[in-house]
């Protein structure tokens, strides 16, 4: 291939004067992947354990990047191809990139024949740019980096409005593995922040999930919060789930603008381990694994299940600190997921749990202080206004393992008051 001739402005160009369309020109004599036609819809009752994220929503399949075109590009390109290549643990992947750049003044004419298409962007300043992959598999990651970061100039701005997007398909997860990816990223999401910059966190365009309503908003019908996401969903959160709906994808969004290609290369290794671990354990054993989390040494132990040896690069020196919130947040969204459960399922399928108890008659059984625990509990456990007797037949079969620690005391009198004493009360809502 000839060496082309660099492209210099001083003003923005527009796309189509650069002789390339679509977002993405492929190399004379290579075929762009053919878009295939809709998912069929799902036949019967939705099953969450069952039902893929491209079986429910009908995700088209992307027109992504092959490994035929890669190939032959990087035949022609092999300056591209990186001495030691990075070696990712899920060589499978499909991904998408989004990374913003400002003071762009000049740029290899190959890029967008390449991995990238180019776009305006409004958020961004002084010639700012935003360069986007097509899905594409995750082992080209690092030749397409380096073709970025060496076809723009050297004085290249990564300000505060820039920030790198990661997505990362989760078409062929269950809704379920989706939910279990979710919870084990929203666990160790304060590690990721450290890693990425904490910079991140205080921008309103990057929201930590567990300081949302969004987890606590699945809590009563996972199905229904799934298809209404975009009520309950922010697309600035921080690990932005809106793109399931249309994309098949989830965004990752904590990432500041950089061009430290190695840094990028192991945050997206990361990303792709929360996959990962949603494939290797169900939706249940994660929420279990979570709930029984309360001392360092197992917060270190389920953050090595996650990551595995890419700890290495985590900051894991204060683990209680980073991680006992979120693991607070996702228990009382694993209790209000089978509080709901108990409770909606009992009523629909006329089972002998409500229609055949008197849940008023159990109350006026209870003892002034098992009044106050429950009542203390429905506060605590319960996100929505179900009334006192139905969240006693709901909560009277809950684990003790997916409580928190803190209410034990009260749990415990409540279920069995001769053997556990009365605990001490706060003096106001305020005190929790």
Partial sequence: MPEPEPILWDQPIEAAAMGYHNDFLAPQGVAEMPIKKETPRVKGPIVLEKHTVEEVFRNREPNRLTQEFAEKFLEQQ???????????????SLV????EVENVLYMDPNIPLGFWSIHEDGSLRNNGREFKTKPMPIKYVHSALIQLFRGLNNSIDFSRRTSIHVHMDVRHLTLSQLYGMVFTYAAVENILFKFAGEDRRKNIFCVPVTETLGLSSASADMLKFLYDIENWWSKYSACNMLPIKH????EFRQMPGTNNVKKLLIWIDLLSQLKIYAYRFSRIDIVNQISKLNTNSQYQQFVKGVFGDLTNYLDTS???SDMEKPVYVIKNCAINNTFHKKVLNSSIEGCNFLLSLDPNRLLRNLSK???RCLKLLSRQ???SRVGLADFYTAVVSLDLSSIPSSLHPYFNHL????TAAAPKFPSSDEAW
């Fill in 96 to 99: 998408g990139i989004e990374v």
């Fill in 247 to 250: 994309f098949g994808t989830l």
């Fill in 78 to 92: 092999k300056d591209l191809i990186p001495s030691i290549p990075y070696v990712f643990k899920d060589s499978k």
């Fill in 318 to 320: 204060d683990l209680m």
């Fill in 415 to 418: 279920m069995s008051p001769k």
């Fill in 369 to 371: 202080t098992q009044i």
């Fill in 381 to 383: 456990l319960s996100s």
